[in-house]
């Protein structure tokens, strides 16, 4: 194991491939991981990556892998790679060793047939490197099954990769299938990096993220770019040398409530501020508000941070580069982490992706201009959200006493800031989002007081347990009426993540 040879042939202050400062994790359970690069350098060839031993032990394959049996494909043992190399995804400026475009072709888990667990599987790999004979059963997105590495007899270098006979040996040549399974790029569409402006500053210790404005309807239109609008906790990420930090879009932690995020972003290799939304998925793939509120307490849900934006990154301001610069550049440098993901998007069909993230049991997307700087803490006309349903999100002033059957409280009394000032906005009664009466009242008990919130005497309902207007919840309605109130108003959940002040209507 050795990476000397790789760090002596480059140039790693002009290279964007990864330093080779980590080793493969040494976990209990972790599968070996391989990863094919195609790598459009002075002559075209894919690249054949095992983890193995710490590092990728790598073969240029020039035509690529072959499906077929009875094809035997030149595979040359190139210097070792380091473990990170996985994630790379990039162009090698010219000048440098290399120099091309490189995307990730394939990639996934591998072992060696009949190895009953991670131990003997890097014993057998070890043994077979020595001797110059591998076998070894790849489970990626493209390619499938049992294939040989068997070293020849013309010189050290010399490999030939073979696809034994099983279920996923065909003729069909698999190289036509030609874009990466991470961006979705060929290497002809993959560009360099943005040259970036040279704006030197410290990385902030908070960041009050810009803000979407609701409009009712999606629409098309060729400058701007479509988001799916996860359903969870918007959050920012600060990425330093020696700490990261997680917070909520009122500057509260989230490095405590979601630890497995702050981890994976402590293995990032840059510094950065990140914008996203964490998000707990159910096993059904979707996002599940309720499931993301309790993850702290139950830990069910797997957790996932889509990253959709970067505003700092290694000491240079990035607010005033057009959105899709940003964008470009932090779908290169984000490596695939598992719970973090970068959150693509589409260009000019909103109507179309609105129509499929809906069916789909989505909440609804996000438009944004492509050429948009970051304007922080503002909502901006350039960034728009369109929902499913029209929701606003609502300060509790108050509740009313229970009637019939329930016990506890009746309605909700609720009220949004509108040019500073608090107004009432109507009442929430029902189902309060599968929320129990009992936990709601509660939550409101402590912060009971005599003062109506309110600067105006409300006369159209009786009589009101007033309490200090901290809560936020959010609630779907049906439209507003001609005198400001919501029609039809449903509790859907409280929205901690809010500071009251920020419930605008």
Sequence with gaps: MTLKQYKQKRNLKKTPEPKGVALAPKVKGHYPVFVIHKHAARRLHYDLRLEMDGVLKSWAVPKGPSLDPSVKRLAVKVEDHPYDYKDFEGVIPKGNYGAGNVIIWDRGFYGSPGAIDKKEHEKTMLTGLKKGDLKIVLAGEKIKGLFALVKTKWDDKSWLLIKEKDQYAASEDVTKKDRSVLSGKTVEELREAPVLPSLPSDVPVTVSPMLATAIKKPFIDPDWIFE???????????????????????????????APIVASLKKLAFEAVLDGEVVA????????????????????????????????????????LPLIERKELLKKILPSLGNIKFADHVWKEGVAFFNAATRKGLEGIVAKDSKSIYREGIRSPHWLKIKKQMTQDCVIAGFTAPKGSRSFLGSLVLGAFTKGELTYIGESGGSFGGIKPKAIYERLKPLAQKENPFKTPLSQVGPITWVRPLLVCEVAFTEWTKEGMMRHPVFIRFRDDIAAEEATR
């Design 228 to 258: 799916i609008k996860w359903d969870g906790y918007r959050a920012i990420a600060i990425v330093g040398k020696k700490k990261v930090m997680l917070h909520s879009r009122n500057q509260k932690s989230f490095s405590l409530k979601f």
């Design 281 to 320: 998925v159910n096993n059904k793939g979707l996002p599940d508000f309720q499931m993301l509120q309790d993850y702290e307490k139950s830990g069910l849900g797997r957790l996932i941070y889509y990253v959709f934006d970067i505003l700092y990154y290694q000491g240079r301001n990035l607010k005033e």
